[in-house]
């Protein structure tokens, strides 16, 4: 499955963005994947942001709980990750990611298929 990113951009702290995620091609309907966000700042390592199962269940990531919001439709082919309350530590870029199966979405060596990444920036 190929994963499109978009929605990413410069906002000031205490401001919002939504993210896009779409999904093409593949094995499988996208229905079938787990999906999940994850982000990469500079210097440091790729860290999970959100997840939502098939069956729309969702996690976050303590940083992030409360401020964010991942979300999915299944008739597009999308996800979403809603971000309110940006911080500037919020900055970095984003991926979306696909799996087939998950045991912990936690973990990014789970998810099997990514996106080439959306640029957050928030300045202070």
């Known amino acids: 499955v190929q994963l499109q990113a978009s929605g990413g951009g410069l906002v000031q702290a205490g401001g919002s963005l939504r993210l896009s995620c779409a999904a093409s091609?593949?094995?499988?309907?996208?229905?079938?994947?787990?999906m999940g966000w994850f982000r990469q700042a500079p210097g440091k390592e790729r860290e999970f942001v959100a997840a939502?199962?098939?069956?729309?269940?969702?996690t976050y990531a303590d940083s992030v709980k409360g401020r964010f919001t991942i979300s999915r439709d299944n008739r597009k082919n999308t996800v979403a990750l809603q971000m309110n309350s940006l911080k500037y530590e919020d900055t970095a870029v984003y991926y979306c990611?696909?799996?087939?199966?998950?045991?912990?979405?936690?973990?990014?060596?789970?998810?099997?298929?990514w996106g080439q990444g959306t640029q957050v920036t928030v300045s202070s």
């Open positions: 990611a696909a799996a087939t199966r998950v045991g912990s979405p936690q973990r990014s060596y789970e998810y099997d298929y």
């Open positions: 091609g593949g094995t499988f309907s996208f229905n079938s994947y787990y």
């Open positions: 939502i199962s098939r069956s729309s269940s969702t």
